[in-house]
């Protein structure tokens, strides 16, 4: 099972941030945060993802908080084809290769012109 | 930069019919991994290879099979097609030797089964 929580859609105006928040209040010590994207019918993408720290790059940046048990992706200046739905998602460690993803219910995400 | 490649993109099948869907990680990408995507859904987990073994499993039904060749590219094998099995397959690919490498998806098969 999932083990985060967002919120079903969320609307953001074109070129102003738009800020995502997840919530994990069961996040082990050795998992990662991931935030993944997908846009109708495509194959997820990555975005980012995070242990503890803060974290940016040129799509997003991540921002988990002291307790790790929530954290706010956010994209500083949406456009419309940032239009997706963004998923958080808890990830540990699997011995032997690396851990699947669960996907969860995610955010539906609309930038409106 | 290469991508996972998928083929193919389109698939249309009968009932009881088998089909089997192909998977090319990035190359020097060890790990691949099969997801199922139904209309409406979420992206569930079928089923991981790492270094051609079978590392995990999710919710595969038995008419499914898969396997991770000595190039690393994947095969997903279904058999005795059904209506509900209609939906987009991905997979996914990560690096060697990195537990939390990133997934990197292609942009899926769409099964249709008539």
């Known amino acids: 099972d999932a083990k985060t929580t967002q919120p079903p859609s969320m609307d953001c105006a074109e070129g102003r941030a738009a800020n995502l928040p997840c919530n994990h209040s069961?996040?082990?010590?050795?998992?990662?945060v991931y935030w993944y994207r997908q846009i109708h019918s495509q194959g997820p993408q990555y975005i980012i993802h995070?242990?503890?720290n803060n974290e940016t790059n040129e799509m997003a940046s991540l921002i988990i908080t002291e307790d790790r048990k929530s954290s706010t992706l956010i994209l500083p200046h949406a456009t419309l084809r940032d239009t997706a739905v963004y998923y958080c998602?808890?990830?540990?460690?699997?011995?032997?290769?690396?851990?699947?993803?669960?996907f969860g219910k995610g955010t539906k995400l609309t930038v409106n012109p | 930069a290469a991508g996972v490649i998928q083929s193919p993109r389109h698939l249309i099948k009968e009932k009881r019919e088998t089909a089997t869907l192909k998977c090319y990680p990035i190359?020097?990408?060890?790990?691949v991994y099969w997801y199922q995507q139904g209309p409406g859904q979420d992206p569930q987990f079928l089923i991981s290879?790492?270094?051609?073994?079978?590392?995990d499993k999710g919710s595969i039904p038995d008419r499914f099979s898969a396997q991770q060749f000595s190039d690393y590219h994947s095969e997903l094998n279904m058999s005795s097609l059904e209506l509900g099995d209609s939906a987009l397959y991905f997979c996914?690919?990560?690096?060697?030797?990195?537990?939390?490498?990133?997934?990197?998806f292609g942009n899926g098969t769409r099964l249709t089964v008539t």
């Open positions: 998602i808890v990830r540990g460690y699997h011995q032997g290769g690396s851990e699947k993803l669960v």
């Open positions: 290879f790492y270094e051609k073994m079978q590392s």
């Open positions: 190359p020097r990408h060890d790990t």
């Open positions: 995070g242990l503890k």
């Open positions: 069961t996040i082990s010590g050795n998992e990662y």
């Open positions: 996914a690919s990560s690096k060697p030797g990195q537990p939390n490498s990133p997934l990197h």
